[in-house]
């Protein structure tokens, strides 16, 4: 990881390389912290969306996922949630592999499994800083999950993203993880699904920056009862409110208002 400016700008770097038949390869990644945009207002979320978001920031325990492929935006989500509550008034610590941007205010801590650094041993000893907000970068086994839902149901508000293509998903992902259903429906407030679309720029034809569509699920009492009755993606579409937008309905407003194109919210959602 370098940090270069450039001119006015300050530029992260990553770089990865493996060697290969042909020589070495290498990726770079470029992170432009001064197109950062740590916002819920920027996110591009529609309004009752957002709603559902921020009354789930509000509250003082529970677990909010984040879930989409790989660069969908979800660690932007998640800063962005973070910014909203860092106000000095709260301890927010994370655990993340890598820290993507620094945050003044926020307590950071960066995965290094050489140390034995995990996310759930970074986790078990962030909870012991006395936190009231908690963000671990991914979820990805059993341990980390039930160690990130003890700490909800003790208090602790706690952000964090899987990788599933859906909110439906991301349930069902942690059910298969062999996390007890009892305890999911006892901990999770709100999952968000979401993708980056290309917008179409000016002149109608090219494409220029980048918008979120997203799709988020309240975790309401009747969701909470189907967690723990034989769960099941069915048995929750057909009992969502008719209103609740899934990542197709989205996309498909982003289009009628002109902002992005049938070709690209395709190919977004073909990815995942």
Do not use: C
């Not at 969701?223 to 723990?228: D, S």
């Amino acid at each position: 990881r370098i940090s270069l400016k450039l001119g006015e700008k300050w530029v992260d770097l990553r770089v990865s390389t493996l060697p290969s038949n042909y020589g070495e390869r290498i990726v770079l990644r470029l992170l432009d912290k001064s197109e950062a945009k740590f916002n819920l207002d920027d996110l591009g979320m529609p309004a009752g969306q957002k709603e559902v978001f921020t009354k789930s920031l509000s509250q003082n325990n529970g677990i909010i996922l984040v879930t989409g492929p790989t660069g969908s935006g979800k660690t932007t989500t998640l800063y962005a949630g973070l910014n909203l509550l860092n106000d000095q008034s709260r301890n927010i610590l994370t655990v993340e592999d890598p820290i993507e941007y620094a945050v003044d205010g926020i307590g950071q801590t960066q995965v290094n499994n050489k140390v034995g650094m995990t996310f759930a041993a970074g986790l078990r000893a962030i909870l012991r800083q006395d936190p009231d907000v908690v963000m671990v970068g991914e979820i990805r086994d059993k341990e980390t999950a039930e160690i990130a839902i003890q700490a909800s149901l003790t208090g602790h508000l706690v952000l964090s993203t899987i990788h599933t293509n859906d909110t439906l998903g991301a349930i069902t992902r942690l059910i298969d993880m062999g996390v007890e259903p009892y305890l999911l429906a006892s901990s999770l407030r709100t999952i968000i699904s979401q993708r980056l679309v290309r917008k179409l720029s000016s002149d109608g034809e090219t494409y220029s920056g980048r918008q979120g569509i997203f799709e988020i699920l309240d975790i309401d009492q009747n969701v909470k009862e189907l967690i723990n009755d034989d769960f099941s993606e069915k048995k929750v579409r057909d009992i969502i409110d008719p209103q609740h937008d899934f990542l197709e309905e989205s996309g498909q407003k982003l289009i009628q208002d002109g902002v992005t194109t049938l070709e690209e919210v395709r190919r977004v959602l073909m990815e995942a």
